[in-house]
């Protein structure tokens, strides 16, 4: 069972930036895929972006077309966390986000059903 809390949401300006924490448990969580996703009203869930090993010690993250360029996603195994670095932020990027692990062996995945633990959201607003 992996149990994940995010943090560090709120309402920023249109062009300010914030920092989404999500802290995990799991003595595996180094070879988690973690994933980003969002939720705006009467929207359905969307992959922001993921991070994942590359083998070894390297990792490398990938993007939603929408934030890239933008969002930075980065992980800290030491401390069982995982960023989410958001600048440049648009109305648009208002949502509920959520971070996500993927355990399951040999899948990286995008899509919500592809991830096995969730966390339970923090809001973002982002204000024009």
């Known amino acids: 069972q992996v149990q994940l809390v995010e943090s560090g949401g709120g309402l920023v300006q249109a062009g300010g930036s914030l920092r989404l924490s999500c802290a995990a448990s799991?003595?595996?969580?180094?070879?988690?895929?973690m994933g980003w996703f969002r939720q705006a009203p009467g929207k359905e869930r969307e992959f922001v972006g993921r991070?994942?090993?590359?083998?070894?010690?390297?990792?490398?993250?990938d993007y939603a077309d929408s934030v890239k360029g933008r969002f930075t996603i980065s992980r800290d195994n030491a401390k069982n966390t995982v960023y989410l670095q958001m600048n440049s932020l648009k109305p648009e990027d208002t949502a509920v986000y959520y971070c996500?692990?993927?355990?399951?062996?040999?899948?990286?995945?995008?899509?919500?059903?592809?991830?096995?633990?969730w966390g339970q959201g923090t809001q973002v607003t982002v204000s024009s």
């Open positions: 991070i994942r090993r590359n083998g070894g010690s390297t990792y490398s993250a």
């Open positions: 799991g003595r595996a969580f180094s070879s988690y895929v």
């Open positions: 996500a692990a993927d355990v399951t062996p040999g899948r990286i995945g995008v899509k919500p059903y592809e991830y096995d633990y």
